[in-house]
C-alpha cells in the first residue's frame, strides 16, 4: 500500500491537518519578525556630535541669550555632506566667526573639526532606542532629540562604528546558514517534531536573552543562536504539513504555510509602529514562543518519516491518532503493526541503505535536482534580503514599505496556487523567478528622483520573489525523496542564506555605478528561473520515500508512461 493510499485513508485533509496548520504557521509568523526586525531595532537615527554649547547647561549659562538653538548649532557643528549638520564632526573650540552676515560658511579648516569624542546626540521622533542608538542618560537638546552621556558610548553604532550594524545582520544570517546545515540532517535522524520543539524553546531563551544583552557581541551571539533556531522552525514546519497533507491538497496547505511570512511582514510593521524601544520589541516578538514550545509536545511526528525508519509502532499510534481526530474510526480499528508490516516490506527492505547526504549529488536522478533547486534557493535569499533588509535606502516611510512587502505577497501567493494547480510546479518556478527579476531590473530604468515608482517596482519585485518562495518550498519538497527531503530542504535553505549574507554586500558596487547594484540582483533571478526549465515537473505525484523512487520516476518520464499507482505500489508505502 501506497503512504499516499494509506494517507488518504486515515484523512489527508481533514480536522487534524487543518489544527495542525495553525498551530504551525501562526508561530511561522512570529518567526518573520525574528528575520525583519532589525529594519527596526536597528534603524540608524539622524544624529551628530555632544557638543558642550548644545547639550550641557553649564556651558549654555555663558551665552549670550539673544543666540537660539540653530546660532549655537552653527558654531558647535561643521556643515555635512549635504549642507545638514556633520554627523561625525564637531568643532573643537566654537566658532562665532560663522554667525558674522558679512562672512561666508567656509571660514573653517579641517584642521578646527575632531571626531564626536564625547558621544552623539540622537533624533528619537521615529525610535527611543535602537542597537546603533543605546538609551543613556540624555541632556536637553532639539524637541526631537536627546542625547547620550559623554562617558556612555558603548552600541553607538554610527561612524567610525557602522559597519557594526551590517556585521550583527551578517551574522544573524550567518546563524540561519548554520541552523539549516545542522538541523536538515538532525532532523532526517531524530524527527521532525522533536528537532521543531527544541528550535521553539532555543528561539524563545534566545531571543529573551538579546533583550537583555549588557554589550553588543554578547547581542549578536544570542542573535545566532535564534537564527539557528529560526532555520530549524522553517524546515520542520515545511516538511511536517507536506507529509501528512494528500497529494491533491500539498498545494494549498504550503501555500497557507507561505502566507504566514506575508503576515508577519504585515505583524513586524504593527508591532513596531506600537513598540519603539529595541529591546522591548525584541522581547515582544520573543515570548511568544515560549506558548509554542508548550503545545509543541501534543504535535503529531511524522508518521511517514516513522514508517521509512522502521519504527511501525510509533507510526501505527501516530496515524490512530490522526484517524481518530479526523472521525475515521472505522480505519482506526483496522490499522494494526501487521497490516502495516504487510503492506510495507519492500520499502523496508529498500531503506534499510542509509541514504546519505552525499547521494543528492552522487545518485543519479538527484543530482541535477539539487544544483538547480539550491540555485533557485540562492536566487530568492540573494534578491530579497538584498532588497528587504535596506528598507531605509529606499526613503520611504520604512512601516508603510513593511507592511506593503506583506499586502503584496498575499495575492502573489494566492496567484501562485492558482499557478500551481493549472501551469504545474516546473513553469510557475520559472515564471516567478523571471518576473521578479525582470521588476528589479525595470527599475534601473526610473529616475533616481520618482522615489514612489521605484519603490513600487521595488515591492512588486519582493512580491515576485514571495511567490518563487513558495513555489520552491513545494516543489523541493516533491523533488527529493523522505530520507533525504529534510537534509535537501537543509541545502536549499543554507543557499538561501548565503545568498542572504552575499546580497547585502552588492550595494558596495553603487559606488562604481548607481544602476549595478540592481542589475545583479535583477539578472540573478532571472537566470536562476530559465535554469528551473531543466527540472521534472512533479504535479500530481506522491512524494517519493527512497532513492529508488526518484529513480523510478525519471524512468517512466523517459518511458512516457502515465505514473499509475500499479506501478509505485511496490515502492511506497
Not at 23 to 39: D, K, Y
Not at 90 to 112: C, I, K, M
Not at 518 to 547: H, I, K, M, N, R
Request: overall charge positive.
Amino acid at each position: 500500500m501506497a503512504f499516499s493510499e494509506l494517507l488518504d485513508q486515515v484523512g489527508g485533509l481533514g480536522r487534524f491537518q487543518v489544527l495542525q496548520m495553525v498551530a504551525l504557521v501562526v508561530p511561522i509568523m512570529w518567526l518573520t519578525t525574528q528575520s525583519m526586525m532589525e529594519n527596526f531595532s536597528a534603524a540608524v537615527p539622524s544624529h551628530r556630535c555632544w557638543a558642550p554649547l548644545l547639550d550641557n547647561s553649564t556651558a549654555q549659562a555663558g551665552v549670550p541669550g539673544a543666540l537660539g538653538p540653530k546660532d549655537l548649532l552653527t558654531v558647535s557643528i561643521p556643515p555635512g555632506p549635504n549642507h545638514e549638520p556633520h554627523r561625525c564632526r564637531r568643532f573643537r573650540q566654537p566658532q562665532w566667526q560663522l554667525l558674522d552676515p558679512n562672512g561666508t560658511a567656509t571660514n573653517w579648516s579641517e584642521a578646527a573639526t575632531e571626531p564626536c569624542v564625547d558621544g552623539w546626540v540622537y533624533d528619537r521622533s521615529i525610535f527611543t532606542t535602537t542597537i546603533v542608538a543605546k538609551a543613556f542618560p540624555s541632556y536637553a537638546s532639539t524637541p526631537a532629540c536627546v542625547g547620550s552621556a559623554p562617558l556612555s558610548r558603548q552600541w553607538d553604532l554610527v561612524c567610525d562604528s557602522h559597519a557594526l550594524k551590517p556585521m550583527a545582520q551578517s551574522i544573524y544570517l550567518s546563524g540561519v546558514l548554520v541552523g539549516a546545515a545542522v538541523f536538515g540532517q538532525v532532523s532526517d535522524r531524530f524527527g521532525r517534531r522533536l528537532v521543531l520543539t527544541w528550535n521553539y524553546l532555543q528561539m524563545a531563551v534566545s531571543g529573551t536573552a538579546a533583550a537583555f544583552a549588557p554589550t553588543f557581541p554578547v547581542y549578536c551571539l544570542f542573535r545566532f543562536l535564534v537564527a539557528l533556531a529560526v532555520a530549524g522552525v522553517m524546515m520542520n514546519t515545511c516538511t511536517l504539513l507536506m507529509e501528512w497533507t494528500s497529494t491533491r491538497a500539498r498545494a494549498l496547505v504550503m501555500t497557507v504555510n507561505s502566507l504566514g511570512f506575508s503576515f508577519g511582514h504585515v505583524l513586524m510593521a504593527t508591532v513596531a509602529y506600537g513598540v519603539r524601544d529595541w529591546a522591548l520589541l525584541q522581547l515582544v516578538v520573543s515570548a511568544p514562543f515560549f506558548l509554542c514550545f508548550v503545545y509543541s509536545w501534543w504535535l503529531a511526528e511524522s508518521a511517514r518519516w516513522l514508517l521509512i525508519k522502521g519504527k511501525l509502532e510509533q507510526g501505527l499510534r501516530e496515524l490512530q491518532k490522526v484517524a481518530a481526530i479526523n472521525g475515521k474510526r472505522a480505519v482506526e480499528d483496522t490499522l494494526t503493526a501487521e497490516a502495516l508490516l504487510s503492506a510495507m516490506r519492500e520499502e523496508l527492505s529498500a531503506s534499510q541503505a542509509p541514504a546519505s547526504p552525499a547521494a543528492l549529488l552522487c545518485t543519479p536522478g538527484l543530482g541535477l535536482r539539487t544544483c538547480v533547486s539550491t540555485l533557485c534557493w540562492f536566487a530568492f535569499g540573494f534578491t530579497f534580503y538584498g532588497l528587504a533588509l535596506d528598507l531605509q535606502a529606499l526613503g520611504s516611510d520604512i512601516f508603510l514599505l513593511q507592511v506593503l512587502i506583506g499586502v503584496v505577497d498575499i495575492p502573489a501567493k494566492i496567484g501562485t496556487l492558482l499557478l500551481l494547480n493549472r501551469l504545474g510546479r516546473r513553469s510557475t518556478q520559472v515564471a516567478s523567478l523571471v518576473l521578479a527579476g525582470l521588476c528589479v531590473l525595470a527599475n534601473m530604468l526610473v529616475p533616481h528622483e520618482l522615489g514612489a515608482l521605484r519603490s513600487s517596482l521595488a515591492v512588486l519585485g519582493l512580491g515576485g520573489l514571495g511567490a518563487a518562495f513558495t513555489c520552491v518550498s513545494i516543489y523541493t519538497g516533491e523533488l527529493f525523496p523522505t530520507v533525504l527531503r529534510m537534509t535537501a530542504v537543509g541545502l536549499g535553505q543554507m543557499a538561501a542564506r548565503a545568498g542572504a549574507i552575499l546580497g547585502p554586500l552588492v550595494r558596495l558596487l553603487g559606488a562604481h555605478g548607481r544602476s549595478l547594484p540592481l542589475l545583479v540582483y535583477g539578472a540573478v533571478p532571472v537566470l536562476s528561473g530559465l535554469a528551473a526549465l531543466l527540472l521534472p515537473e512533479t504535479q500530481s505525484l506522491p512524494l517519493p520515500d527512497t532513492v529508488q523512487d526518484v529513480q523510478n520516476q525519471a524512468m517512466m518520464k523517459a518511458t512516457h508512461n502515465p505514473p499509475g499507482p500499479t506501478v509505485l505500489k511496490s515502492t511506497h508505502f
